[in-house]
């Protein structure tokens, strides 16, 4: 009978013994006894083993070799533990790694003979520890296989996912080769696989064909192979190329989309699979069952899902169509923003305007939002000049070429634009595009028409100095702009984008060509760095620089000297993203008050909070990134929530994918499009499941979730995006919570319609680590994902940000204040007195109770105020210093009289001061303030005015001016 692996039916210490062991029955003497390791073993094992005897103490001799381990029973018959996969855990807790045990030495006179002497045993139980850790029958390789095979296609149903690239021996034992048989549903996806052995096997490719029964058939147009195309993530089909290594098994993904309407019956044909020159037919068989009786409605199990095609069981693996879902893929406007207005030469976006030179670039990048992040009428420009692109001949004689600009399509969510022209021995062609929420492209492409030499290629911005105070980027953390940058491309470091502006207006400029894959961050940025553009970085001699001349700031991107080939193209990419995005929704943010915390949902509703986030290792989602496994959990804390008057969002993000996800092998199948590659290794399941060239992820303790780090790319988007969709109609999720981000802003964009058609107010945070560090890439947070903050509700920049920074630092990189957005500090419960100067608070449930504060901001009602930050000129506090500042939230009081406010004070000095608070008469009513008393936070205090306040260093208030 073949070996198969059982359940253990009690557990033991896997940090001591592993995951896997064999019960082994010795019934008379022997000297050693031969125990066969049918599984696949990991390739980093390194022959340790421990066996018990039966009175539960080691035997003295055992190793493994050869596929087999051979140990001495030296307590003569009886049951023996053969622990044969023992490991040490190093690393860390949550990036384990798990190193499997060198062999102790045997006895020198027992190894010798015992190799040969040994005895098979005659009873062997082959146990795993549980489920998960489990070896199948897709993980025994034949013991033998074809010497010459050809090509061989094995028929395999959903059941079997291939996990090896051995040969199975389940194929050779049950004949599968050449056969497939399978039972479907009708209105059901229905995923199986072909297997794929030979040898010379180049450019697999599969022909369907229709299958037939005496009542109909089915079409070829219902099947498709997964695994060899599809469509990406944006829409565009894709064909994989699959070469086949000797003697390798290469599973192919497919899937049958059958109709609702499908008669029962047994439909038969055969479907040809072909490799360079060799071909191969498989018969198959599909059964497809009568529909099942629906249960009586009394006790048919509560759904909001549809039935029929919508049915998508995740071990049933019909989640596998998501793969090509186009779902958020239309040109639809999302909230708050309006469609791309075009007036002539000038396009208007949310509270921004572009007007276009005939050059095709910008000559006026303008907002119209006011220093305290609302729409206003008074236009901030932040140009001095227009954009130029320069190319310089080999003299370094100036041309510059664009001219002739010519509109192109426009649509609601955006509008293009083109122009060309010649110099200096180049064409240059300029397509131009601005998007809904301020993102404006050029691609910018250069052509040789001989041999040209060019001492520069350099696209400038020439900015007001006084509309850019703030930077952030290129080596610089965010804060008050260096009077000189001089930055150049280095693959060691996440940096191709610099950010400039205010409060009021901005512009991060980021460059790449067409061979931009995204990097992989927060850890793992070094495992796929940045590409650097061929055309900006151009071996070194490229750079970004600034360059300070009076009132203007010159901001210029070059490519350096060198030589075009007669016919070569060059792509220059820019682009430009104009801040803030959106107008600040301070009455959301005050009023919305987040549990970051799994807490039974009356306990949640009893702390106050009104948003509740849900982390993945936790009851209601216990595992990373894959929320499907406990729906009815999921569902049920939902529903309680809403009725608590509650939102919930989930944890769902795309970085990592847990090693639980049903489809895991088959998404493993698709090379690297899903899994990023790696060194292998990490804890025990992945070396004991998964190929040695992946990149180990997270693991969480709590539930024993392992994963792998996801590419960020392809047609696993599609899934996610389909994923969402499913958790806001089926769980009714009011948002997302994401930490860190994995894809660009087009997918970011996808969601964020998914989310808006599904729920009223649905809501996004970010959350990010500090990546300002070498491991990183030297990124800043903000700056790195400034591309996604259109579609994003909050900010909550964590570990590792520093809270004792100045505050321009504060501003810039942690508050999210000048790109339309409020935030929350996370490191050490941050700082509640330098928070409330831009409006954030540490986050329930997450090292800090901002409880006291809410009561008072509740006893104000801040979230009917104004914010007018220490950066506005509006702001009617001053504390006279500037390392004291003050923010002023501002309710206007009846008609044109004095209103009422709260005054939050702060102070940066390092030592205590003493702050006399100066109130603008004309805004706030003269009179004392007063400090009501709050817990952790401060004592109650009155001053009168002049009076000053003693300010501890990190310290302040919180004041009460007129109420």
């Not at 303008?366 to 001095?384: I, K, M, N, R, V």
């Not at 131009?432 to 052509?447: N, W």
């Not at 000189?484 to 409060?503: C, E, F, K, M, S």
């Not at 930490?739 to 989310?755: K, V």
Request: glycine share 10%; hydrophobic share 40%.
């Amino acid at each position: 009978m073949p070996a198969t692996e059982a359940i253990s039916p009690e557990s033991w210490d896997t940090s001591t013994y592993g995951n896997h062991r064999a019960v082994v029955t010795v019934r008379s003497q022997a000297t050693a006894v031969a125990v066969p390791l049918p599984w696949r073993l990991p390739s980093r094992h390194r022959g340790g083993v421990i066996v018990h005897a039966p009175d539960g103490d080691p035997v003295p001799n055992a190793f493994v070799a050869a596929g087999r381990c051979v140990f001495e029973p030296d307590r003569g018959p009886g049951d023996y533990l053969v622990y044969y996969l023992p490991y040490a855990a190093t690393g860390s807790a949550s990036y384990p790694e798990h190193e499997y045990l060198a062999p102790t030495a045997p006895d020198p006179a027992w190894a010798p003979t015992a190799d040969r002497a040994a005895a098979t045993a005659e009873s062997v139980h082959y146990q795993a520890i549980d489920e998960h850790h489990r070896y199948t029958e897709m993980e025994r390789p034949a013991v033998t296989a074809p010497a010459d095979p050809g090509l061989l296609v094995f028929g395999e149903d959903r059941d079997h996912p291939i996990r090896m690239r051995q040969l199975p021996a389940r194929w050779l034992q049950n004949d599968h080769c050449g056969r497939l048989h399978l039972c479907a549903e009708p209105g059901e996806y229905h995923a199986f696989q072909l297997g794929v052995y030979g040898t010379e096997l180049t450019d697999v490719a599969v022909e369907f064909a229709a299958l037939s029964t005496s009542d109909g058939e089915l079409g070829a147009g219902v099947f498709e192979c997964l695994t060899l195309g599809g469509f990406d993530e944006t829409g565009a089909p894709i064909r994989r190329r699959l070469d086949v290594p000797d003697h390798t098994v290469a599973a192919l993904w497919c899937g049958a989309t059958i109709p609702p309407d499908a008669p029962a019956g047994d439909y038969r044909g055969r479907f040809t699979v072909t490799a360079g020159s060799r071909s191969a037919t498989v018969a198959v068989t599909l059964t497809i069952a009568d529909p099942a009786a629906a249960p009586p409605p009394a006790t048919r199990a509560p759904t909001r899902e549809p039935a029929g095609p919508e049915r998508d069981d995740p071990v049933a693996l019909c989640r596998l169509r998501w793969l090509n879902s186009r779902i958020g893929s239309d040109d639809s406007v999302v909230r708050p923003y309006h469609p791309v207005r075009v007036d002539g030469e000038t396009l208007r976006v949310l509270g921004r305007s572009v007007a276009l030179a005939g050059s095709g670039l910008p000559a006026q990048l303008t907002s119209f939002y006011t220093p305290d992040g609302q729409l206003g009428t008074a236009p901030t420009e932040l140009l001095a000049a227009p954009v130029t692109l320069t190319v310089r001949d080999a003299d370094g004689v100036p041309h510059e070429p664009l001219a002739a600009r010519r509109p192109g399509a426009a649509t609601g969510a955006h509008a293009d634009w083109s122009a060309h022209g010649n110099a200096a021995g180049v064409t240059v062609e300029l397509s131009g595009r601005l998007e809904f929420d301020g993102a404006l492209s050029l691609r910018i492409e250069l052509v040789a028409a001989d041999d040209v030499e060019l001492s520069d290629v350099a696209l400038e911005l020439p900015l007001r100095s006084d509309a850019v105070p703030y930077l952030m980027g290129l080596g610089v953390s965010g804060g008050t702009r260096p009077s000189t940058v001089d930055w150049h491309w280095d693959v060691a470091r996440n940096q191709d984008a610099v950010w400039l502006g205010d409060v009021a207006a901005g512009v991060q400029v980021q460059l790449s060509d067409e061979h931009y894959v995204r990097p992989l961050n927060t850890n793992f940025y070094h495992q796929r760095p940045l590409v650097l553009p061929e055309s900006w970085h151009n071996d070194g001699r490229g750079g970004i620089r600034t360059v300070a001349d009076g009132p203007v700031l010159r901001l210029c991107c070059y490519g350096g000297p060198r030589r075009l080939g007669a016919g070569q193209r060059l792509r220059f990419d820019a682009r430009l993203l104009l801040t803030p995005f959106k107008p600040l929704r301070t009455d959301r943010h005050f009023a919305q008050r987040y549990l970051h915390d799994c807490r039974p949902v009356g306990e949640a509703a009893a702390t106050g909070a009104t948003v509740v986030n849900i982390h993945h290792a936790t009851p209601v989602n216990p595992y990373l990134n894959y929320p499907f496994l406990t729906p009815g959990t999921l569902e049920s804390y939902v529903d309680d929530a809403h009725a608590a008057g509650l939102a919930v969002k989930l944890y769902y993000t795309v970085r990592e994918l847990s090693t639980r996800a049903p489809e895991l092998f088959a998404l493993l199948s698709l090379g690297d499009e899903v899994f990023a590659r790696g060194p292998g290794g990490g804890c025990s399941w992945l070396r004991e499941h998964v190929d040695d060239d992946r990149l180990p992820a997270w693991y969480a303790t709590p539930t024993e979730d392992s994963s792998l780090i996801v590419d960020g790319g392809g047609r696993f988007l599609n899934y996610y995006l389909a994923g969402l969709d499913k958790l806001v109609r089926s769980a009714g999720i009011d948002g997302i919570y994401l930490d860190d981000i994995a894809f660009d802003r087009r997918i970011m964009l996808r969601l964020r319609r998914i989310l808006d058609r599904g729920r009223p107010e649905p809501l996004i945070d970010v959350h990010s680590a500090n990546q300002y560090n070498e491991r990183d890439g030297f990124a800043s947070s903000a700056n790195l994902y400034l591309e996604h903050l259109p579609y994003t509700d909050r900010l909550w920049f964590g570990e590792y940000f520093d809270h004792d920074a100045p505050p321009d630092r504060w501003l810039v990189e942690m508050s999210g204040l000048p790109y339309g957005l409020t935030g929350e500090m996370l490191q050490d419960g941050g700082n509640p007195w330098r928070g409330m100067i831009f409006g954030m608070t540490g986050r329930l449930g997450h090292g800090a109770d901002p409880r006291p504060l809410w009561s008072e901001w509740d006893a104000f009602g801040i979230d009917r105020a104004r914010m007018l930050g220490h950066w506005s000129p509006a702001n009617p506090a001053r504390t006279g210093r500037d390392d004291v500042l003050a923010t002023t939230y501002l309710r206007a009081g009846p008609g044109a009289g004095a209103g009422t406010a709260l005054v939050a004070v702060a102070s940066w000095a390092p030592e205590p001061v003493e702050v006399a608070l100066s109130l603008d008469p004309a805004v706030l009513p003269a009179g004392p303030v007063r400090a009501a008393p709050i817990d952790g936070f401060q004592p109650a205090r009155s001053c009168e005015p002049g009076e000053s306040l003693p300010v501890p260093p990190g310290g302040g208030w919180l004041l009460r001016v007129g109420w």
